[in-house]
């Protein structure tokens, strides 16, 4: 049945939006989750698919949240509007810890409500006519916002890309690293790593040779750090840690997947004041006016929190929740080379890209939520680089990793 428009405004709506293709990926999966529900309304539904973080925050980080919370209504404790680029304390924190010896300064960096709001707050900085480079596959919010900022042509759907954005192939055969002599010059080039969704971590020489390739065609590297703590060999957890890199690069990071965030909101952006645009203007002068505009500050009782999380208390407490994901990781990791199949990531990141080769991923998707109950994500949903692959979340309890193991073993035996 139709309905029946009663009325509409004069207004035009934003033709990029209309050129985003379908929903976002992840309220996408929900949908069909849902769905599933609908039909088997006992199913048993584990959820392995978007990086949800599932374990408490430590103890010690919320008595610091609550602590400020509660001084609120005081006379004394309360307070209002904050700096829009973060607590000084916060800040001053975040620098010694992430940064010590790098040469960041506290007043490089700006404390926000999460990378993927400071992701969308830099899309705005850059404008609509900057050209873009992105891994394939990659997180979806580098590709989306550009689509609506109006950086890009319409999607292509026979090779499944958006015109005028550069994807950079990442696979096994290439280490999922791209071939960068291959890849044209772009303004921007989003780079995360580890990598969301393969999970593979670039190594020293590769981020050094990005930095040098952003150098030699006056590029800006957008470098997403929010797996970082999961790194456990030697690769550089910062893009700092790169010489030259603070001319070329902006790094943005979260403490989402360290401390259960993802619900609290607290993350930063580090804009060197070295970073200058082609008429020489600083970048952070007007990332910071951008942040004045669009943004109140980070909220107080967010960020007593993150100064909990930098204490030696609360590191040592990040580390454990850390650790127990990766020990997820590592039961999912045997699960599927026990049963043959081909797994990728894992070893520094939350994430195991799991190969199954000449597979649609939405088919093999839908495959194991009907038949195993277990919900995972698509690799095509990440760009035309993920098709044949999907993604399984080491975010869960121990009991539910071990259990969605068994139905997925069940099934593939």
Not at 146 to 158: A, E, F, K, N, R
Request: a neutral charge; aromatic letters at 10%.
């Amino acid at each position: 049945m139709r309905v029946q428009i009663a009325y509409k405004t004069s207004v035009p709506r934003n033709a990029n939006m209309a050129k985003l293709q379908a929903g976002y990926l992840f309220p996408e999966i929900a949908r069909r989750r849902s769905a599933h529900l609908l039909k088997y309304p006992d199913a048993k539904i584990i959820s392995l698919g978007i990086g949800d973080t599932t374990e408490p925050i430590p103890d010690v980080i919320t008595n610091a949240m609550a602590e400020r919370a509660h001084a609120l209504s005081t006379i004394d404790g309360y307070s209002g509007y904050g700096a829009e680029q973060g607590e000084k304390k916060l800040r001053a924190a975040i620098a010694a810890t992430y940064y010590a010896d790098l040469g960041i300064e506290d007043s490089d960096i700006f404390v926000s409500d999460g990378a993927k709001c400071d992701i969308s707050r830099l899309q705005v900085l850059f404008g609509s006519n900057v050209t873009i480079a992105v891994q394939d596959p990659s997180y979806p919010a580098y590709v989306d916002s550009s689509v609506i900022m109006g950086q890009t042509g319409l999607y292509q759907q026979d090779v499944q890309k958006y015109g005028n954005i550069e994807y950079m192939r990442c696979n096994p055969e290439n280490g999922f690293f791209p071939d960068l002599s291959t890849v044209p010059r772009t303004d921007v080039i989003f780079f995360c790593s580890p990598n969301n969704p393969t999970g593979a971590a670039a190594s020293r020489d590769q981020l050094t040779k990005l930095v040098k390739f952003a150098k030699d065609n006056g590029s800006i590297i957008v470098y997403d750090s929010a797996y970082a703590m999961y790194i456990s060999d030697d690769s550089p957890k910062s893009i700092f840690e790169i010489p030259g890199a603070k001319e070329v690069a902006i790094e943005t990071a979260s403490f989402s997947k360290y401390a259960g965030f993802t619900g609290v909101r607290l993350g930063w952006t580090v804009v060197p004041k070295v970073l200058l645009f082609s008429d020489g203007h600083p970048v952070a002068k007007d990332f910071n006016r951008i942040v004045c505009t669009c943004f109140n500050g980070a909220s107080n009782i967010a960020q007593a929190g993150g100064l909990a999380c930098l204490s030696p208390e609360g590191l040592k407490a990040m580390h454990d929740v850390v650790g127990f994901y990766k020990e997820n990781t590592e039961i999912i990791v045997d699960t599927f080379t026990s049963l043959g199949f081909n797994v990728y990531g894992a070893k520094n990141a939350p994430y195991v890209w799991v190969h199954f080769p000449g597979c649609n991923s939405w088919d093999v998707f839908a495959e194991i939520l009907e038949k195993a109950n277990v919900v995972t994500t698509p690799g095509s949903g990440f760009g035309p680089g993920g098709e044949g692959f999907v993604r399984v979340s080491a975010f869960g309890h121990r009991d539910n990793i071990i259990e969605a193991s068994r139905r997925l073993k069940q099934l593939y035996k």
